[in-house]
């Protein structure tokens, strides 16, 4: 594979606003705290709170772009990541543009002239975190961005794609996009299922480009409810991820591979009709500082891995060591490597 523009991402650039909070910030808010939805209106004085909080922090965001800042990270060369959407023309922006360059990932935002850069607020509980998106100009993405000659000559260049689902909220025709050229050419399309709210409250726009899915992942939570969602008559999670892993598929030439992740407990990959499970070496409770970001530094590793042409298990192995390097620190913080 070419060492620059390997790995092709779509998805929503979200600036973190990250506070350790009580239970009772959650409660005002009506949040779990384990959970990731999108704002209401009742949740926009929230951001104005956390960003007075004590221990507030600001990183790079959006569970695409996290995984895409991650995969840099373990790749030979700088640029060998693309990612795109859509932010405001405001400091928010410069900041994602900023964290993007200091990771080595190549960023083609659209600027939206009109509405500011996306926030996500991460109310971080113990171990536990609580994402709330407020998408601002991440919900202004066009497919014709993605289509425009400069966007799509890298997109014709890349040979793996990535969105997290939470893009379908905002353009499932450039996610289509993507994703049939990936068909046509007999290139490696993978998503991700993201938030229990996207299986249930999008299935129709997600049952658009699951066809095209080379790769699936999700957690425990996601899977369980894709199949609530679509008549698969099953609670075991491994005969879940057979059913998903069995769902019809545009690309005939390759086969669906579908990672459940479960925490510290076995990673779950179906493929061909069989289950691997894959055991996760854990870390003293006292070493987590946030498990905000694991499932998406876990794809990271994943797809750097996979661009390297390794094998599954070394995927899977790649994905834990990225999850525990990101659950030792505050945010999807990475160490300087291509600035």
Known sequence: MATENVIFA???PLLDISATVDEGMLE????????????EDKHIPMYEELSKHET?????????QNSIRVAQHYMDNARATTFVGCVGSDEYATKLSEAAAHDGVRVEYLVDEATPTGTCGCLITGKNRSLVANLSAANN???????SEAIWSLVTQAQIFYSAGFHLTVSPEAMLNM??????????????????????????????VMPYADYVFGNEDEAADYATHNGIEKTDLKEIALAIAALDKVNTQRSRTVVITC????????????VTTYAVDKIEDDKIIDTNGA???????FLAALAKGQDIAACVEAGHVAARMIIQCSGIVLPAKFA
């Open 10 to 12: 779509l998805g929503n």
């Open 28 to 39: 005002k808010y009506g949040l779990k705290a384990n959970d990731a939805i999108l704002a």
């Open 56 to 64: 507030v922090s600001y990183t790079a965001g959006g569970a695409t």
């Open 141 to 147: 993405y066009k497919a014709d961005h993605l289509q």
């Open 179 to 208: 994703a049939r050229h990936a068909a046509d050419t007999n290139k490696i399309y993978c998503f991700n299922l993201s938030a229990p709210f996207l299986v249930q409250f999008f299935k129709d726009q997600m049952a658009q």
């Open 263 to 274: 925490g510290s407990e076995e990673t779950i990959v179906a493929k061909d009709g069989a």
């Open 295 to 301: 499932g998406d530094a876990f794809v990271g590793g």
